[in-house]
């Protein structure tokens, strides 16, 4: 079965520059989850979209930014990237059944490295 | 606000031992999806598990048992007859039931390493 998939599945960047991540959902899946998990911490949500507007929102920093585009697939995009941003990023999908939301099915993450 | 408290961080069993995961929740929802992922080395989330909260039946998947006590808000995860490949991080979740695009709150996550 077709997963969810992330590109590039390694970045590295320098301090202060920015970074594309690019999430493509399992098909026919119309949301899309961003999330971000640090060294040995549990992840933590960025933001959501649904049907391209976005649904939900966590502790996201002003300096990203994310939208869905027509296709349902998503990019998150990070300025002024800081040391601290190193970290998995995950990009999840699921398929939102009678306005209910369901299960995320995560893809293999963007691991991203600020030098 | 909702909560998930994964109060073991780590565990070592050896082969073929039993091991139960604890995962305690907390959330003002009346209704919420309970989810276990599992992360292996290799660092990817995998599914394993959803659970609605007016279901409280008990799920058996082959060496893998899920028990859910909403009296205690407890969603407990046992595996049976332990195997190295079981070594990975597990991760219990939360997720309100309604509404699309609702994000999941994660536990701490517990460390399972299965030693020959």
């Known amino acids: 079965a077709a997963g969810v998939i992330q590109s590039p599945r390694h970045l590295i960047k320098e301090k202060r520059e920015t970074a594309t991540l690019k999430c493509y959902p399992i098909p026919r899946h119309d949301t899309v989850y961003w999330y971000q998990q640090g060294p040995g911490q549990d992840p933590q949500f960025l933001i959501s979209?649904?049907?391209?507007?976005?649904?939900d929102k966590g502790s996201i920093p002003d300096r990203f930014s994310a939208q869905q585009f027509s296709d349902y697939h998503s990019e998150l995009n990070m300025s002024s990237l800081e040391l601290g941003d190193s970290a998995l990023y995950f990009c999840?999908?699921?398929?939102?059944?009678?306005?209910?939301?369901?299960?995320?099915?995560f893809g293999p993450g963007t691991r991203l490295t600020v030098l | 606000a909702q909560k998930v408290t994964q109060a073991q961080t780590e565990i070592s069993v050896v082969e073929k031992e039993d091991v139960t995961l604890d995962c305690v929740y907390e959330t003002r929802d009346t209704t919420y999806y309970l989810f276990w992922y599992k992360q292996p080395p290799s660092g990817e989330l995998v599914f394993l598990i959803r659970r609605n909260s007016f279901d409280e039946q008990n799920e058996i998947s082959g060496r893998y048992s899920w028990n859910f006590q909403k009296s205690t808000s407890s969603f407990n995860f046992t595996i049976t007859a332990s195997q190295v490949v079981d070594s990975a991080v597990y991760f219990c979740?939360?997720?309100?039931?309604?509404?699309?695009?609702?994000?999941?709150?994660f536990g701490g996550g517990t460390r399972l390493m299965v030693k020959p």
């Open positions: 999840a999908s699921s398929f939102i059944a009678g306005g209910k939301s369901d299960t995320q099915y």
């Open positions: 979740a939360l997720s309100e039931f309604l509404d699309a695009g609702n994000m999941l709150t």
């Open positions: 979209f649904y049907e391209k507007m976005q649904s």
